[in-house]
């Protein structure tokens, strides 16, 4: 694929997500919500990746270390959003740890974390259209 391709690629599937995050909230089903809006940022780093023409984009979930990779200054509220962002990645979690996640996953919780979520998401679209 070719570069531009590749943004693209990655964009759309961001936005695949974007799409879903938002109806699965609306439904309330926010331990899911929580898991693709961690999947939103996920891949719009990984469009950064592509840009920048890292030519092998790794298979990490953990977004500070992607971060890291595509040179993104984050200060140290960003780096901690990232890894409580990356802890909703809850695929390859024990089922102790889900348990305790799905407590915490009210509306509250929920919208705080969506909001910045989108908050993000606008951040590195404008840093992916520079």
């Known amino acids: 694929m070719k570069t531009d391709e590749l943004i693209k690629y990655w964009i759309d599937a961001s936005e ?5 995050m938002n109806n ?5 089903d ?3 919500a929580l898991f693709l809006g961690h999947l939103v940022i996920e891949k719009l780093i990984k ?3 592509a840009k ?12 500070n270390k992607l971060a890291r990779l595509v040179s993104l200054q984050l200060n140290d509220d960003q ?6 962002i990356t802890s909703f990645n809850i695929e390859a979690r024990y089922p102790d740890y889900k348990k ?17 979520i989108k908050g993000i998401r606008n951040w590195l679209l404008e840093h992916i259209n520079k």
């Open 16 to 20: 695949v997500d974007f799409v879903a």
């Open 24 to 28: 699965l909230f609306n439904s309330k």
């Open 30 to 32: 926010y331990v899911w």
């Open 47 to 49: 469009a950064l990746a």
């Open 52 to 63: 920048n023409k890292i030519k092998t984009i790794p298979k990490l979930h953990d977004l």
């Open 79 to 84: 780096k901690n959003l990232f890894d409580i």
């Open 100 to 116: 305790e996640f799905y407590k915490k996953c009210d509306l509250s919780f929920t919208s705080k974390y969506i909001d910045e």
